[in-house]
């Protein structure tokens, strides 16, 4: 009875989200959309992290490394084909490919911890580094300059499958990166209900209880960095439609640090808190760039201060504990589609972070 | 043959300077297990500290030598009070912590002093060798490294302060249960560490361009370094700089400086992946 609840509830929530990206076209301004396709590419970007970080376990310092990857590899063939049908697929297979060979690199090295974390942030430094040495002419892959410092402008954005010359207007590519978001969110969803995303958890919970079950935690760790680089090569190629524009700033440290201040703000081990905080962070870090007052830095360093030392668990878990103790459990669950994860998963998250 | 003395006079001073910007974080590391990512945002104090004081008319030696080290000291003080100490043992949750610490650390002074390069100008002169230029301070920061490497040893090797620390490092509830407040050590130290790297970012000072931004080119070094040199903090951390010091200057020698950049990096992910404890893992177990 409940199960059927639960599921009802979610499919509820489901259709409600659908008509919501449908329908804010002809809501809001057309700037705001345009912020709001931003948001849902960098949601996209926060759930990548969030899958391998609160359900692998797995910290990675670069996850910028597969977002600006999969940017430049959609704006180079963009650029080449004048099409973005093979584009967007471009940008999914080569951060996917890269992130498989270092993913072997790392796991089956067993590498952990803090040792994980220098190597992923040590190759996107790499990555930028190299990146931004490629001003001149003689960087070029087919028709595209990669332009170094500069990055590439003018970068084809997304057309209708096939039809080259049928560019997507920005209402088409709200509905385009709105539902990219949902997309990857019910994959991700689906994923964790099957066995094989219990065993990403269970690895995480315990490796060496999950080998004697006969599970190899070091492919199921690969296979999950691959399908989180996947992931973030999809919103890198998202991003990259929303300004045109591919530079190596894409590549940076403060990014790889603002994913990891949305997802601790938003909650680790959910699926629905990364979202809420990058859309939240952004919108702050945007309204506070539009005015004087105060300096970005300011703000996020003090928020992830805070978060960190008053509310570990994150927006999300907090809401949904507060939710269970104020309402009867089945009501809790229709508010938030991440009802799934127990309680005991979310506070348990911190022991699998590390 | 000149040309070899000024390539060998680089790599000195390249793993000079590298140590003794990694010399605070390692202490802290190595004795706390805390990764302290404000690690670079020190360095900028320091850097801060020593030209803002250097251009208010205090001797740049002072400022280099006294001012900087106190004041970041004071700073890593306070915030081990108010941050630090709540986050021992939860090693995840201290890198969150400090990377917001670096952030709030960046805004302040960009809020304070602007987002603008300052500098003062580099004490000491050069000299040449055949038709190639060096400065004295490449000597001077090399001659420091040593000084710096000879008093942590001292201090940790045979004094009274030394022993508890290292006692403390190895198994705190035993020390506590000796009479050691260990509360305390970790707070000592942490400190120590901070106006370490105070004292390398006034070093450092003179020779690079001082904005707010500017610990965010160090950190990420300095991380590598350390975790690539493991747990024993001097003999570790002052391997793991020769390396990388000596591979970033050979490669910018040969290469381009951005390709010397990558080619370190590529050397701290072979070696992680080779060494997996850092270098004094394998080869300076239980040196200090």
Redo the contacts between chains.
């Keep these: 009875m409940a199960v059927r609840f639960s599921l009802v509830a979610q499919a509820v929530v489901v259709v409600l989200a659908i008509v919501a990206i449908a329908v804010i076209p002809g809501v809001i301004e057309l700037f705001a959309m345009m912020q709001l396709t931003l948001f849902a590419a960098m949601a996209v970007l926060a759930l990548s992290l969030a899958f391998i970080w609160g359900f692998g376990g797995i910290?990675s310092f670069g996850q910028t490394a597969f977002f600006g990857l999969g940017g430049y590899a959609y704006a180079i063939s963009a650029v080449n084909f004048q099409d973005s049908t093979p584009s967007i697929l471009l940008a999914i297979i080569i951060p996917a490919l890269f992130a498989a060979i270092l993913g072997y690199?790392i796991f089956f090295?067993?590498?952990s911890?803090?040792?994980l974390?220098?190597?992923t942030?040590?190759?996107t430094?790499?990555l930028f580094?190299?990146v931004?040495?490629t001003s001149g002419d003689e960087y070029r892959i087919g028709k595209a300059l990669l332009g170094g410092f500069n990055g590439m402008p003018a970068v084809p954005t997304f057309n209708v499958p096939f039809y080259p010359d049928q560019v997507l207007s920005p209402e088409q590519s709200w509905w385009v990166t709105g539902g990219a978001l949902l997309g990857v969110f019910l994959l991700l969803r689906l994923l964790l209900a099957l066995p094989a995303g219990r065993i990403v958890v269970a690895v995480r919970e315990n490796e060496t209880r999950a080998s004697l079950l006969g599970y190899d935690p070091r492919k199921v760790k690969l296979l999950t960095f691959i399908l989180s680089g996947a992931i973030a090569g999809l919103a890198g190629a998202l991003y990259v439609n929303w300004g045109a524009f591919v530079g190596p700033t894409i590549f940076s440290?403060?990014l790889s640090?603002e994913i990891?201040?949305w997802i601790?703000v938003g909650g680790l081990g959910t699926l629905l808190g990364p979202v809420v905080g990058c859309v939240l962070i952004e919108y702050i870090v945007a309204y506070i760039g539009s005015q004087q007052a105060?300096?970005?830095?300011?703000?996020?360093?003090?928020?992830?201060?805070v978060f960190?030392?008053l509310l570990?668990k994150g927006l999300v878990p907090t809401a949904r504990d507060l939710l269970m103790r104020l309402v009867p459990a089945p009501k809790a669950k229709e508010r938030l589609a991440d009802g799934q994860v127990p309680p005991s998963a979310a506070a348990s998250h911190?022991a699998g972070?590390? | 043959m000149a040309i070899y003395l000024i390539v060998a006079l680089d790599v000195l001073n390249g793993i000079s300077s590298l140590f003794l910007l990694c010399l605070g974080l390692a202490i802290i590391f190595g004795m706390m297990k805390i990764?302290n990512l404000a690690h670079g945002e020190f360095i900028m104090l320091g850097a801060y500290a020593t030209v803002i004081s250097a251009n208010a008319g205090v001797n740049i030696w002072i400022a280099m030598l006294i001012v900087a080290p106190l004041f970041v000291g004071l700073v890593g003080l306070i915030i081990e009070r108010c941050?630090i100490r709540?986050?021992y043992g939860?090693?995840?949750?201290s890198?969150?912590?400090t990377?917001?610490?670096?952030?709030?650390?960046?805004?302040?002074i960009?809020?304070i002093y602007g987002n603008t390069q300052q500098g003062v100008p580099t004490p000491l002169g050069g000299f040449s060798i055949g038709s190639y230029q060096s400065s004295y301070y490449t000597l001077f920061l090399a001659g420091m490294a040593i000084a710096m490497m000879a008093l942590v040893y001292g201090v940790m090797r045979y004094t009274r302060w030394g022993l508890i620390a290292r006692a403390t490092m190895q198994n705190p509830a035993m020390a506590a249960t000796l009479g050691v407040n260990p509360t305390r050590v970790y707070m000592s130290t942490f400190a120590i560490g901070a106006a370490i790297t105070g004292l390398a970012g006034g070093l450092v000072a003179p020779v690079s361009g001082i904005t707010p931004g500017m610990g965010?080119a160090y950190v990420?070094k300095a991380?590598?370094t350390v975790?690539?040199g493991g747990a024993a903090m001097l003999s570790g951390t002052m391997s793991a700089a020769s390396l990388f010091g000596a591979v970033n200057q050979v490669g910018a020698y040969f290469t381009?400086p951005?390709?010397g950049?990558?080619l370190v990096?590529?050397a701290?992910?072979v070696l992680?992946?080779l060494l997996?404890q850092g270098i004094s893992g394998r080869f300076f177990k239980g040196n200090l």
């Design positions: 910290l690199f090295g067993r590498i911890d803090v040792y974390g220098v190597i942030l040590t190759v430094l790499i580094n190299c931004n040495s440290l403060s640090a990891i201040i601790t105060l300096n970005s830095n300011l703000v996020l360093g003090a928020v992830l201060v960190v030392l570990p911190m972070a590390e | 990764i941050l709540f986050l939860r090693l995840v949750d890198m969150l912590a990377w917001g610490l670096s952030l709030l650390i960046i805004g302040i960009t809020t965010g990420a991380f590598m975790v690539g381009t951005v390709y950049e990558v990096f590529m701290a992910i992680i992946r997996p």
